[in-house]
């Protein structure tokens, strides 16, 4: 029997509060103290929604068609599309929906295949490929979301636009190598404008430059993450969360997941949605990522209008090597990430780099507050683009990793994607299987190594070569 769950409902600014989210060293979350103690804060997103379903732990052995590990975007879209096709699906969480990447990251919807762009398809695809590929990852990802949000009648905070800013003038011949590469592929939303004419989307004197990009723009990523299962459970299905997998066996009959409390039976496929933390799951153990973690804030309400510093309300990320990406979100609020770390910082420390951040791009504000700032988790590949996996012929597993701290849209899209290629409805992510990774032999136990070296490596690069962008 379904259950009644309600759409996620976006408050006017936020509550204070402690999380429901189960809370480990290096997923973090912290509050301004002046508003409060709490044992366990929430970020920003968990403040800015209502409290919100929270569904039983599973307690007994069931069976299901499919079942999808993970309730972040990749599973709750897939959930979702699977179940608008009848399947009977099961959704199992450890934590609770939308506590990893998907519910932290920074909101901004960009195209692309995690860091391939439309250049990098043409370099490594033929011409039809490469076209079918950008579009997926680009008009269809878009359309998708807004589709989505239509049918259930969703409140997301969807806004359209967004900016990529040249911290270099050198970096405008890059973007616009980029924006070349998407009309040659067929999709014509970008142009770019120089110096003073982005000064009217983006008050900051840092740049020279910058591609306007009529196609993407940003999302609160939360509400679209519990919209998804909102839609999965107004069809059906069932959610478990606190509910961690241990094993995965196929036998004769199926896959049998093991749990804490429960086995169950998925007679015809499994569905890995839970990125990085998923690889002691796969059935191949090739290991094709490294975790790295990424850092966001949300300041206080700013003493000055955000239309005096976003006038357009743009999202914007910049070409330096260690990205800053802001936009402003509810009550005259900025919000503000970047750095990429093979360790994680403490928040002390990431509250006094953000803010330091903010400073830089925005000196006109004089007195910034920050009242919220938090910690993620994401991976890399080694050539940029998603790792998306199917294994077994009778019962099969997916899996897709690789996010490299990209990809709201195209997460949701490859749900889709998933669910359509079960159902035997479309041959898309056959299309992102045949992509080629490199193994990372020790990556996740290097990843504190190995990550500084290649900052240092690029760092370096940028220096003798600041006109030549590679951002992180």
């Known amino acids: 029997m379904s259950i009644q769950v309600n759409k996620p409902v976006l408050l006017n600014d936020v509550e204070f509060k402690s999380s429901q989210y189960a809370q480990s060293g290096k997923e973090w979350n912290w509050i301004n103290p002046q508003h409060g103690e709490c044992v366990q804060p929430a970020n920003y997103y968990e403040c800015s929604l209502a409290d919100w379903h929270n569904f039983e732990a599973l307690n007994a052995d069931i069976e299901c068609d499919v079942l999808v590990i993970g309730g972040g975007l990749l599973g709750s879209s897939t959930a979702l599309h699977l179940a608008e096709q009848g399947v009977d699906t099961v959704l199992v969480e450890k934590n609770r929906i939308g506590s990893g990447a998907s519910g932290r990251n920074g909101g901004q919807l960009t195209p692309g295949l ?46 359209r636009g967004h900016i990529t800013a040249a911290v270099h003038e050198g970096h405008l011949v890059a973007l616009t190598q980029g924006a070349d590469a998407r009309k040659y592929l067929g999709e014509d939303y970008t142009h770019i404008v120089g110096k003073h004419q982005l000064y009217d989307y983006v008050k900051s004197e840092n740049y020279f430059g910058g591609l306007i990009d009529d196609l993407g723009g940003h999302i609160h990523p939360l509400a679209l993450n519990r919209g998804l299962i909102y839609g999965f459970c107004s069809h059906g299905g069932k959610v478990y969360e606190q509910t961690e997998v241990i094993d995965i066996e196929e036998k004769a009959d199926g896959l049998y997941v093991t749990t804490h409390h429960g086995v169950i039976h998925a007679k015809k496929s499994v569905v890995l949605g839970v990125h990085h933390a998923s690889f002691k799951l796969l059935p191949e153990h090739n290991q094709t990522t490294i975790p790295f973690y990424t850092y966001v804030c949300t300041t206080a309400p ?171």
């Open 114 to 159: 995690a860091r391939w762009e439309a250049e990098e398809m043409i370099s490594q695809l033929s011409y039809d490929d490469a076209k079918r590929l950008w579009h997926f990852t680009s008009t269809e990802a878009m359309q998708l979301i807004d589709r989505i949000l239509d049918r259930y009648g969703l409140e997301a905070q969807r806004k």
């Open 302 to 472: 700013l003493d000055i209008k955000l239309s005096d510093l976003l006038p357009h309300d743009h999202p914007v990320y910049d070409t330096q090597f260690q990205i800053d990406y802001y936009r402003g979100v509810s009550n005259n609020r900025l919000l503000f990430g970047g750095q990429g770390t093979g360790n994680c910082w403490n928040s002390e420390k990431t509250a006094e780099y953000l803010k330091s951040r903010i400073q830089t791009v925005f000196p006109q504000l004089n007195h910034v507050k920050l009242d919220f700032v938090w910690s993620g988790t994401t991976d890399l590949t080694v050539n940029g683009a998603t790792d998306s996996r199917k294994s077994g012929d009778k019962f099969p597993v997916y899996a897709v990793h690789g996010w490299s701290g990209h990809g709201v849209a195209q997460t949701v899209r490859i749900g889709k994607a998933i669910a359509e290629d079960f159902c035997g409805l479309s041959t898309d992510f056959e299309m992102l299987t045949q992509i080629q990774h490199q193994d990372i032999p020790l990556g996740r136990a290097l990843a504190p190594i190995v990550i500084p070296m290649a900052k240092s490596a690029y760092g370096l690069g940028a220096m003798i070569n600041p006109g030549k962008m590679v951002s992180f």
